[in-house]
C-alpha cells in the first residue's frame, strides 16, 4: 500500500513538474530561412506575389492535397491561397512589403509519439535585396499561440516541420525562378512609354527617309 501511495505521489508530482516546464516555454514561433538566386529581384518579385505561380515552389503545401488548393481574388491586397490539409489559408495583406497573413486550423503534425493538428494564425515575410546580380530572399514564418500544454510542448516538432517546408520551398522557388519558364516582366505601357515609342518610331522614319534622298542623288550622279 505504501509502495502503491509513493507511486502515485511521484506520478503527480511529475505531471505537475512537467506542465510547470511547458508554461514558460515560448507559446510562438518564428523562423526565417534565405536563399539567393540568380535573378534580378524584379522577377523574384513577380513570382512570390503571383498566387497563381505559388502552385510550383510552395512546399507548405503537402503535394497530396494539390488539387484542394482554391485561389480567390486577383493577386491585389485581400488575395487569398487556401488549401485543405486541415485547413490552411494565405491572405495578401500587403504586396508592397510582401507581407501575407497565414492561418493555420487543424495543420497536422507528427511529433513522434502522437499526431498533433494545430490551430493558429501567423504572419509570412518576404524581404527581396538584389546585389551584383542576384537576388536574395529572406522568407520569416511566425504564428502562435499555440494550445497549453500540448502545442507548447511539441513546439519542436512544429518548428522542425515548418523549418524542412521553408527550406524545400526555397530550393524549388529558386529552381524555378532560374529556368527558362521565367522571363523579366514586360514594362506596362503608360502614356509617356507610348509618347517616346512614337518619337523613337518617326525618327526612324525621318532617317530612313533622308537615306533614301541620298541613295536616289547618287544614283542620279552616276547615270
Known amino acids: 500500500m505504501q509502495i502503491l501511495k509513493l507511486t502515485v505521489l511521484f ?3 511529475f505531471i505537475s513538474s512537467l506542465l510547470i516546464f ?20 524584379e522577377v523574384v518579385f513577380e513570382v512570390l506575389k503571383d498566387l497563381k505561380e505559388r502552385k510550383k515552389w510552395y512546399c507548405i503545401v503537402d503535394s497530396a492535397v494539390t488539387p484542394s488548393i482554391k485561389i480567390t481574388g486577383e493577386g ?21 512589403k510582401m507581407e501575407n497573413k497565414i492561418k493555420f486550423i487543424d495543420y497536422p503534425v507528427n511529433a513522434g509519439f502522437m499526431n498533433y493538428k494545430m490551430t493558429t ?4 515575410t518576404f524581404e527581396i535585396v538584389e546585389a551584383q546580380k542576384k537576388t536574395t530572399v529572406t522568407w520569416t514564418l ?7 500544454p500540448v502545442g507548447k510542448a511539441i513546439m519542436a516538432s512544429v518548428r522542425y516541420k515548418l523549418y524542412y ?4 520551398s526555397l530550393l524549388k522557388l529558386k529552381d524555378y525562378v532560374e529556368s527558362a519558364l ?36 547618287n544614283d542620279t550622279l552616276q547615270n
Do not use: C, R
Request: no cysteine; hydrophobic share 30%; aromatic share 6%.
Open 11 to 13: 506520478i503527480i508530482s
Open 22 to 41: 511547458v508554461i514558460v516555454l515560448p507559446s510562438g514561433f518564428s523562423i526565417t530561412q534565405f536563399i539567393e538566386i540568380e535573378k534580378p529581384k
Open 76 to 96: 491585389d491586397n485581400g488575395s487569398k491561397f487556401s488549401w485543405t490539409h486541415g485547413e490552411v489559408e494565405v491572405v495578401l495583406a500587403d504586396i508592397k
Open 121 to 124: 494564425t501567423g504572419t509570412e
Open 142 to 148: 511566425s504564428g502562435g499561440p499555440l494550445d497549453y
Open 165 to 168: 517546408q521553408m527550406e524545400k
Open 182 to 217: 521565367v522571363d523579366i516582366p514586360k514594362e506596362k505601357e503608360t502614356p509617356a512609354n507610348n509618347q517616346v515609342l512614337q518619337q523613337t518610331q518617326n525618327q526612324e522614319q525621318q532617317n530612313q527617309e533622308q537615306q533614301n534622298q541620298i541613295d536616289q542623288q
